[in-house]
């Protein structure tokens, strides 16, 4: 439905950047943690709050790799950019393809 379509590409990015490189990560950079620590966490605890959709198969830990991957990407660019916006737009982007990709393939 539109409103699913709505909440994975627009609203579901705002919030877990807003929560993970808006919070997480800037109060992590604030307590002087090493920068590449502090995105390793934020990603972590990305992957574990993303981990109840994942099952126990060869899929699922690709999964769980590409979701760090991407929270390590997403920290990155907010450490470099100094701006939510960048991850904000990098994960709608890749919520968009992934969305596009299900219903192509």
Known sequence: T???????????????ELMFR?????RLLNKKINPHLAIAIQAILFVLLHSFA??????AK???VQSFIDASLYG???????SILTPITMHMTGNSIALLEKFIG
């Open 2 to 16: 539109l409103l699913r379509i709505l909440g994975i590409v627009i609203l579901a990015p705002i919030a877990e």
């Open 22 to 26: 808006g919070f997480l990560l800037s």
């Open 54 to 59: 994942y099952r126990n198969d060869l899929s």
């Open 62 to 64: 690709i999964s769980i």
């Open 76 to 82: 990155y660019a907010r450490y470099h950019t100094k």
